[in-house]
């Protein structure tokens, strides 16, 4: 069985517009891949569902500037929202290592 996918989204609490342009591509990704999850951790709340990983957990620790995506602990993008595109090629990409 293959090993999910997780993408990891940072963002401003309430999200500022990046944050939810960020946060609608990264969802229709989502959709696309039921492997791949999502987590969203927002600035300024310290209570999660599930763990973040270690450089995720640091920014949050921090309250590192918004928004931030990762890729299964890898960052994906930093302080701009990624395209569609970028997200789908390394989802897939990681779904054909992974697989």
Do not use: N
């Amino acid at each position: 069985m293959t090993q999910p996918v997780k993408l990891e989204a940072f963002i401003g609490w309430p999200p500022t517009a990046k944050c939810r342009e960020m946060l609608a591509i990264l969802e229709e990704v989502v959709q696309r891949h039921p492997e791949v999850r999502l987590a969203v951790f927002k600035r300024g709340v310290h209570e999660y569902d599930e763990k973040p990983s270690p450089p995720m957990a640091k920014l949050v620790h921090k309250g590192s500037a918004v928004p931030v995506c990762f890729l299964d602990g890898q960052l994906l993008a930093m302080l701009r929202v990624p395209t569609r595109e970028e997200v789908e090629a390394k989802v897939t990409e990681r779904l054909g290592a992974a697989g």
